[in-house]
């Protein structure tokens, strides 16, 4: 009888044994799915076109929280993103006084010569040499003055080193009253001399200051090999907090026409191989991934001139997600 009750007892965990396995390779079974809920539904082929189709049925679009669309036409001002800095007056300042004090030398100079040469023209007690001296160092000056000029127009630029009310100018800089800017355009960006510009401070992007545009900057950044354009902050309440030094960036306004075509946000676009796609909707499942040019940066996306319509089915959320589900159905098919 003991015998048989020890038989039982071991057929009954034998038989538990065998329900755990079960239960576990379930349970494991089921983590795996979760892990990749959208494997079964996610298929890829390619069209009569030979595009690369992506097919999600409707519950995965819905687990992956596709948010479907159609981007806004937009016809917006041309403009280049720039990114600079405050420059400081101090250098400026010091060379403008350089170049004062030739100029002054230079006056007198020049009339001392004047002077001696009527004097001796007269028949008076001077002698020629002293003349000859004179206008030697009338010619000095003169190149004195030519070299400090040179300098001022090569180092900060023709159009503020003309200015008539450079020194009146020199003057509100250095006391904070007017602020000197340089915005560089991206290496390789063709800019044009901007019609309007608006800049930022990197702790108040929400608010623009107007600046004007006093023309090219004169060199390029050796570290950067950017070129850009010298602007000025003036007359403005803004101008006393740009101190020297201060990261800014700001909009370049282009002439010419503005550019129309559909805005894309951010969210939408996603990057592979170096470029810019979108994933466009072109039945209930189906969905494709579109190369696109980002013409323009606007507000918190892109605005897009070719290659899409405001028709089209556009995945404005979610975008990233299917990009991991293509990727992932290209190992599984080899794609």
């Given at each position: 009888?003991?015998?048989?009750?020890?038989?039982?007892?071991?057929?009954?965990?034998?038989?538990?044994?065998?329900?755990?396995?079960?239960?576990?390779?379930?349970?494991?079974?089921?983590?795996?799915?979760?892990?990749?809920?959208?494997?079964?539904?996610?298929?890829?082929?390619?069209?009569?076109?030979?595009?690369?189709?992506?097919?999600?049925?409707?519950?995965?679009?819905?687990?992956?929280?596709?948010?479907?669309?159609?981007?806004?036409?937009?016809?917006?001002?041309?403009?280049?993103?720039?990114?600079?800095?405050?420059?400081?007056?101090?250098?400026?300042?010091?060379?403008?006084?350089?170049?004062?004090?030739?100029?002054?030398?230079?006056?007198?100079?020049?009339?001392?010569?004047?002077?001696?040469?009527?004097?001796?023209?007269?028949?008076?007690?001077?002698?020629?040499?002293?003349?000859?001296?004179?206008?030697?160092?009338?010619?000095?000056?003169?190149?004195?003055r030519e070299a400090l000029q040179t300098?001022?127009?090569?180092?900060?630029?023709?159009?503020?080193?003309?200015?008539?009310?450079?020194?009146?100018?020199?003057?509100?800089?250095?006391?904070?009253?007017?602020?000197?800017?340089?915005?560089?355009?991206?290496?390789?960006?063709?800019?044009?001399?901007?019609?309007?510009?608006?800049?930022?401070?990197?702790?108040?992007?929400?608010?623009?200051?107007?600046?004007?545009?006093?023309?090219?900057?004169?060199?390029?950044?050796?570290?950067?090999?950017?070129?850009?354009?010298?602007?000025?902050?003036?007359?403005?309440?803004?101008?006393?907090?740009?101190?020297?030094?201060?990261?800014?960036?700001?909009?370049?306004?282009?002439?010419?026409?503005?550019?129309?075509?559909?805005?894309?946000?951010?969210?939408?676009?996603?990057?592979?191989?170096?470029?810019?796609?979108?994933?466009?909707?072109?039945?209930?499942?189906?969905?494709?991934?579109?190369?696109?040019?980002?013409?323009?940066?606007?507000?918190?996306?892109?605005?897009?001139?070719?290659?899409?319509?405001?028709?089209?089915?556009?995945?404005?959320?979610?975008?990233?997600?299917?990009?991991?589900?293509?990727?992932?159905?290209?190992?599984?098919?080899?794609?």
């Open positions: 009888m003991k015998k048989l009750v020890w038989i039982l007892v071991a057929v009954a965990g034998v038989a538990g044994l065998i329900v755990g396995y079960r239960q576990s390779s379930q349970e494991r079974q089921a983590e795996a799915q979760a892990e990749q809920p959208f494997a079964a539904q996610a298929l890829l082929h390619r069209n009569a076109e030979g595009a690369l189709v992506l097919s999600l049925d409707a519950g995965a679009q819905q687990r992956l929280g596709l948010v479907i669309g159609h981007p806004a036409a937009a016809s917006v001002l041309r403009r280049i993103k720039a990114y600079g800095r405050v420059l400081d007056p101090a250098p400026l300042a010091a060379l403008w006084a350089d170049l004062a004090s030739a100029e002054a030398t230079l006056e007198a100079s020049s009339r001392e010569f004047q002077r001696l040469k009527q004097l001796h023209a007269q028949g008076q007690n001077v002698a020629l040499r002293a003349v000859e001296t004179a206008e030697a160092t009338l010619r000095r000056d003169q190149i004195a300098k001022l127009i090569n180092g900060w630029g023709k159009a503020l080193a003309t200015r008539p009310d450079l020194s009146n100018l020199i003057r509100a800089l250095v006391m904070r009253e007017a602020a000197l800017i340089r915005l560089d355009v991206p290496p390789g960006t063709r800019a044009e001399p901007p019609q309007a510009v608006q800049i930022f401070t990197l702790d108040a992007p929400e608010q623009p200051i107007a600046a004007s545009c006093l023309g090219p900057a004169p060199e390029v950044d050796p570290q950067a090999q950017s070129s850009g354009y010298l602007l000025l902050v003036q007359d403005s309440p803004s101008a006393g907090r740009l101190a020297p030094g201060q990261a800014l960036w700001g909009w370049l306004e282009q002439p010419g026409p503005s550019r129309t075509g559909v805005l894309l946000p951010a969210s939408a676009v996603v990057r592979a191989a170096g470029q810019a796609w979108v994933y466009v909707q072109t039945d209930s499942t189906n969905f494709i991934r579109r190369l696109v040019s980002l013409a323009q940066p606007s507000g918190d996306g892109w605005l897009v001139s070719d290659g899409l319509t405001a028709q089209d089915h556009l995945v404005l959320t979610g975008a990233q997600m299917l990009l991991s589900e293509e990727f992932k159905g290209r190992i599984r098919v080899g794609y």
